[in-house]
């Protein structure tokens, strides 16, 4: 379980969240709903660790994670997270498999167990004949595309996502969110943070306006 | 951690064939640095200065080392009952004769071991071949100018219908002892052969009767060589001790210190993203900064060695003369220090900066 209370973050004179509070249930699927600038990449940013907010706190699983040490939040990644960043930034040297394989370095799989976990995921993802190519040589939807496998590598009990659709046509947008709604299924918690209205069809929708978090009717949500 | 940061440093060994230009040019750079430092370091050991000493053979009464003018050669001769361009011991004799270019040319030699101690030239500066063998040892430089090496068999014209064959068991480097010396053994024609060139060493043995110079001039012989003596000693001096040279050797060091740390902290920010990233994923900041230290220890040492090496050859198979180890040493030690403590410096610098990144601003960033 997630439980965010009065979550405030500002970048100087401007308060980006203003008392962000919400509580998500062990594998419940989340969509941050907002406009560009509304303050999603933040939140996200900040539930994955990346980020500290000026006020509040933010428990996973009964840990506060705001004040926990910087080697248990090392752990903490490893072992409890997974997410994509919305910069879908890989290592330039590496070959994309190499990137998705990353965080099977700490996790300590062997070399068979790695091969079968990242093919598996890469031909789930579509890029299974890619697995060789460099970065600069992927789509930006490819390398979005490789950026989410790569969170979803160790099979994390939290998974954020930014922008899981960006760039994406609707083929692959689909295809990414039946591999979420999958997850799910298995029990992960998935908080995605977009603007692309197709994703909100697909699970419960939070939309965070004016600093603030509240819920949102949709089709296929609340 | 260890299993980590081993890790890392395969992974991260891509990037040198990605971006090979910027590790080429900085490396080239330091390596070149290196290798002048080196140069500099060794300038004192291998300068034909550096082997003046007084000689000392119980067989003759005095040696003397050109350039002599052909006066003082027959001053010489005046008072000489021989005058031995060698030195001979037991039944075998040694013919030592310098010629006029001022270089070896040619060891042709019976014992070559006896050969060396006699004429005190240092085994170390034989490159290769094996002492005690009979045949020719030849000067780097002539070597490489008539394309010859040990193995080789060398043909000397010694009349206009006579030749002899000798086969080269070993290269010599030219120092003050061996420059201007040519060692033989003695066959009469091989004597005759090198009549054509002019004396600048030889040994000598006075005349019954005539003691420390030639007859009525004294001490003449003696004073010239004590005076040769001083005034090389006096350069070498000078060359050690020169305020300029010190000046440039230390020059090196610095730039190369400074070069060091800027393509440390060159790499740390073009790192910077990617290591933002691995932080993200999990990835400790001390296996981080572990693994960046190690890769600059590692980078830097590689590059010393390399630039140390190439100052070796340079000395050595460019310029022909002999680079001792002792050189090499120290100026690898001198190097290794400067290079563990820019690597140190940097690679702390950088973790400090490491702990106080912002994972989330980093990778927004660009």
């Not at chain 1, 040589?137 to 490789?146: D, N, P, T, V, W």
């Not at chain 2, 090389?232 to 060359?239: F, G, I, M, S, W």
């Not at chain 2, 040493?329 to 690597?343: G, K, P, Q």
Request: aromatic content about 10%; charged content about 25%.
């Amino acid at each position: 379980m997630i439980r965010v209370s009065n979550l405030v973050k500002s970048y100087g004179e401007l308060k980006v969240l203003d008392g962000v509070s919400f509580d998500i249930e062990q594998g419940e699927f989340i969509v941050i709903f907002g406009s560009s600038g509304a303050g999603k990449t933040t939140l996200l940013n900040i539930l994955a660790t990346y980020d500290k907010p000026d006020e509040g706190e933010v428990i996973f699983d009964r840990i506060n994670i705001i004040n926990t040490s910087e080697n248990s939040l090392e752990r903490f990644r490893i072992e409890k997270i997974g997410f994509a960043h919305q910069s879908s930034y890989m290592i330039e040297c590496l070959p994309l498999y190499e990137n998705v394989a990353l965080p099977l370095i700490l996790a300590g799989f062997s070399k068979q167990e790695k091969e079968k976990v990242v093919a598996k995921l890469l031909k789930e993802v579509g890029l299974e004949d890619k697995a060789k190519n460099r970065p600069s040589q992927l789509s930006l939807g490819q390398k979005k595309r490789a950026c989410i496998a790569r969170a979803l590598v160790t099979d994390p009990r939290f998974i954020l996502i930014d922008e899981p659709t960006a760039n994406l046509d609707v083929a692959n947008k689909e295809r990414i969110l039946a591999l979420l709604s999958q997850k799910q299924k298995g029990g992960a918690t998935i908080i995605v943070a977009t603007h692309d209205q197709i994703v909100t069809k697909h699970a419960k929708v939070l939309e965070l306006t004016n600093g603030k978090l509240v819920p949102l009717e949709t089709e296929g949500g609340v | 951690m260890l299993k980590t940061v081993v890790k890392l440093c395969f992974l991260f060994f891509r990037e040198y064939r990605l971006r090979f230009s910027h590790f080429f040019k900085y490396g080239v750079i330091m390596v070149l640095i290196a290798a002048y430092f080196s140069v500099l370091v060794s300038l004192p050991l291998v300068s034909e200065f550096a082997e003046i000493r007084p000689f000392e053979v119980a067989e003759f009464d005095v040696f003397l080392s050109g350039p002599l003018e052909k006066p003082d050669i027959e001053r010489v001769r005046g008072g000489a009952e021989a005058i031995v361009e060698g030195a001979c011991f037991g039944d075998t004799e040694v013919y030592v004769k310098g010629n006029f270019a001022g270089r070896i040319n040619l060891i042709l030699v019976n014992d070559l071991q006896r050969a060396l101690e006699i004429t005190e030239i240092n085994e170390r500066y034989i490159r290769r071949g094996k002492v005690s063998r009979r045949g020719a040892v030849i000067d780097a430089y002539t070597a490489k100018k008539l394309s010859v090496d040990v193995g080789n068999q060398v043909r000397i014209k010694i009349k206009k219908d006579v030749a002899v064959e000798y086969r080269i068991v070993a290269v010599l480097f030219p120092t003050s002892v061996t420059s201007g010396i040519i060692l033989a053994d003695y066959p009469q024609e091989v004597k005759e052969a090198f009549r054509p060139f002019e004396y600048t060493s030889f040994w000598v043995k006075w005349k019954n009767g005539v003691e420390n110079g030639v007859k009525g001039e004294g001490n003449y012989t003696l004073l010239k060589r004590s005076d040769l003596i001083r005034q090389q000693k006096e350069a070498l001096d000078e060359l050690t001790h020169n305020r300029m040279l010190r000046l440039l050797k230390w020059g090196g060091i610095v730039a190369l210190f400074l070069i060091a740390l800027k393509d440390i902290w060159l790499l740390f920010e073009t790192r910077k993203k990617d290591y933002a990233l691995l932080l993200g994923l999990g990835f400790s900041r001390k296996s981080l900064g572990t693994h960046f230290l190690a890769e600059n220890l590692l980078r830097m040492a590689v590059t010393v060695f390399v630039g140390t090496l190439c100052a070796k050859l340079y000395m050595q198979r460019i310029i022909g003369f002999y680079y001792p180890s002792e050189a090499f040493m120290e100026s690898l030690m001198y190097l290794l220090l400067v290079a563990i403590t820019a690597s140190c410096l940097g690679s702390a610098v950088a973790s400090k900066r490491l702990r106080r990144i912002s994972i989330a601003e980093v990778l927004a960033e660009g």
